[in-house]
């Protein structure tokens, strides 16, 4: 089963609008989550990392103003995309690491979030 | 030079063919090598860890070369269901950081 859950897995809404993905750690916690967007036909890019309790850290060319990333609890990351444009219509995928064995943390994605701005 | 580069695609192959996927990257301090799955809009799923002796599961064997960068995915006697997008990762640290992907290649299997 899910171990990373996404909230709303699609999303259509107009330029302008603020949209907010929940990405949640499901029987685990998660100090750090990080969010990737993947284009049509690309790689998964790193947007950033989110930090529980302290600031995320940002990729080269990310707007950390327009891309907010709230971690507040150890279990719950939010990115909100402010005044969304068409060119941020992407597919967002969050992830978070999980201790699979004892010394061993596998890596596991969201089902992601399908964003489409008109 | 990309991190991480892969194969161009698209792969199609008939059912049973043996269908390699090779993958560089430029990071040679490059800590956790990885083959990802990725069906349409989809998540990506872990299919394999790449470790220096390479290792085997079932019809998907992974190798890595630190010499040479370079990871490859081998998948033998190919089923309908091997169809997706399989993407090389790469972890540049240790520890619990973030993977760098490579664009994917897409493998159709046909019957």
């Known amino acids: 089963g899910a171990v990373v859950s996404q909230h709303p897995s699609r999303v259509i809404c107009k330029s302008g609008t603020s949209v907010k993905i929940e990405c949640r750690s499901l029987?685990?916690?998660?100090?750090?989550m990080f969010w990737y967007r993947q284009f049509p036909k690309q790689s998964l890019m790193l947007m950033a990392t989110s930090n529980e309790g302290s600031k995320a850290t940002y990729e080269q060319g990310v707007e950390k103003d327009k891309f907010l990333i709230n971690h507040a609890s150890l279990t719950l990351s939010t990115l909100t995309v402010t005044s969304a444009h068409p060119e941020d219509s992407s597919f967002y995928i969050c992830?978070?690491?999980?201790?699979?064995?004892?010394?061993?943390?596998?890596?596991?994605f969201g089902p992601g979030t399908r964003l489409t701005v008109l | 030079r990309k991190e991480v580069e892969q194969d161009p695609g698209p792969f199609n192959v008939p059912e049973g063919a043996t269908v390699a996927f090779n993958c560089t990257y430029s990071?040679?301090?490059?800590?956790?090598f990885f083959w990802y799955r990725q069906d349409c809009r989809k998540e990506p799923k872990l299919l394999m860890s790449?470790?220096?002796s390479g290792n085997e599961d079932g019809r998907f064997t992974a190798q890595l070369n630190r010499a040479s960068q370079y990871i490859s995915l081998l998948i033998r006697d190919s089923k309908l269901s091997d169809s997706a997008t399989y993407l090389c990762?790469?972890?540049?640290?240790?520890?619990?950081?973030?993977?760098?992907f490579g664009k994917g290649t897409r493998l159709s299997v046909i019957a």
């Open positions: 990762a790469v972890n540049k640290a240790s520890g619990n950081t973030p993977l760098v």
């Open positions: 990071n040679s301090a490059s800590q956790s």
């Open positions: 790449v470790y220096s």
């Open positions: 992830s978070a690491y999980r201790s699979v064995a004892s010394s061993y943390n596998e890596q596991f």
């Open positions: 029987d685990f916690q998660a100090t750090t």
